[in-house]
């Protein structure tokens, strides 16, 4: 099975990306994208990336500001929204991301499994339904478009780097 793992540079003044970190941290058989945060460029990438490698799994990566367990996204919204812009100076106003496709996208990963087999495993993870408005959520629908089998693993700013790169191991181990 080809599994593709993305993950962001920073941004919004951070100095660093806690999933590029974790990015640079797995050792699994798998491809590495690091995508810039973007509205038009990820996405570019991304499927530059799919064309290139034919993924038969996408898992992708971002820093959240919210909470302090690792979020499992169930579903990306088809829209494009953000006070602050992205790196490329860019500020959506509720703009639809693809006015032909439905309003929002669901994985078809298991969630609640896999979710489940991390709190098991002692690891602080929940289900989210929603990835927000910015370039995390941007860039998980283009991914669910290509493959409902993709999943978008929020992962806590300040969370430690050990158990956020368990967390990853252990979804990759579950595929
Ligand atoms: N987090 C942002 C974009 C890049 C990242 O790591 C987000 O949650 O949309």
Known sequence: MRILVTAFEP???NDT??????????????????LPVSF???PEVLNEAITQFQPDVIISMGQTAEGDKIRLE???INLMDSAKGDNDGYIPDEELICP????????ALPV?????DCINAGLPTIVSNSAGLYVCNRIYFEALRHSPNSLFVHIPK?????IAKQVIN??????
């Not at 990306?17 to 690091?34: C, E, G, H, M, Y």
């Open 100 to 107: 032909e496709a439905p309003l929002a996208l669901k994985t």
């Open 11 to 13: 941004f919004g003044g």
């Open 170 to 175: 252990h979804v990759l181990k579950q595929l």
């Open 74 to 76: 169930r579903l990306a």
């Open 112 to 116: 609640k499994p896999l979710c489940a």
């Open 17 to 34: 990306n806690i999933s590029q970190k974790v990015l640079d941290a797995i050792q699994a058989d798998v491809t590495k994208l690091l």
């Open 40 to 42: 038009r460029r990820a």
């Open 158 to 162: 300040n969370m430690d780097l050990e």
